[in-house]
């Protein structure tokens, strides 16, 4: 994003649509987004399934078995579900007013926050489940993989610029 990249994809998914004056999604929710997560998390499941899945103490700990699916095209159909997920969220944000990047005040502020950690999670098992069955060991584990490691990703994508916020 920083440096321009795939700027075809750089659409608002809303398509620039407004809803109620206010804009859906918002110019931030761009196709790029899903598809760059979709590439990504498929290239990552990939090299998990063909690279981590060979070594035994490891594939003793999967949460799932790596061998029984196609990994890369499981890893795009989470990476695009978990990605667009967000939406819902974008879009009762500018219901409220909050801008793309924005925070809301008062007790919506820790609700937002909460949402934006967990928003991706409930697309990506939506679309894991029908392949691959939840377990409530997965759930937990992708849980507090989340809240420890988005917060993380988030910091340091502003850090190397390619995020407006912080937050």
């Known amino acids: 994003m920083k ?8 659409r608002p ?24 997560v979709a590439l990504g998390a ?7 399934a063909h690279v981590l899945h060979r070594i035994a103490w490891i594939a003793s700990i999967e949460l799932f078995d790596y061998g029984s699916v196609h990994a890369a095209l ?21 219901r409220l007013g909050v801008p793309p990047g924005g925070t809301a ?5 820790a609700i937002f926050y909460l949402w934006d950690q967990i928003d991706l999670l409930l697309g ?12 409530l060991l997965g759930v937990g584990a992708t849980v507090g993989f ?9 910091l340091a994508g502003y850090w190397l610029g390619v995020r407006p916020t912080a937050r």
């Open 74 to 94: 499981l890893g795009a159909f989470v990476g695009g579900a978990a990605e667009l997920a967000e939406l819902p969220n974008s879009f009762v944000k500018r």
């Open 146 to 154: 989340a809240l420890a490691l988005h917060p993380l990703l988030t």
């Open 42 to 48: 498929a290239a990552v499941l990939a090299l998990q």
């Open 3 to 10: 440096y321009g990249w795939l700027a075809l994809l750089k």
């Open 124 to 135: 990506f098992w939506l679309a894991y489940a029908t392949v691959v069955p939840l377990t």
């Open 13 to 36: 998914i809303d398509g620039g649509r407004h809803w109620r004056g206010r804009p859906i999604f918002g110019a931030s929710k761009t196709w790029r987004g899903p598809i760059t």
């Open 105 to 109: 005040r008062g007790l919506a502020s």
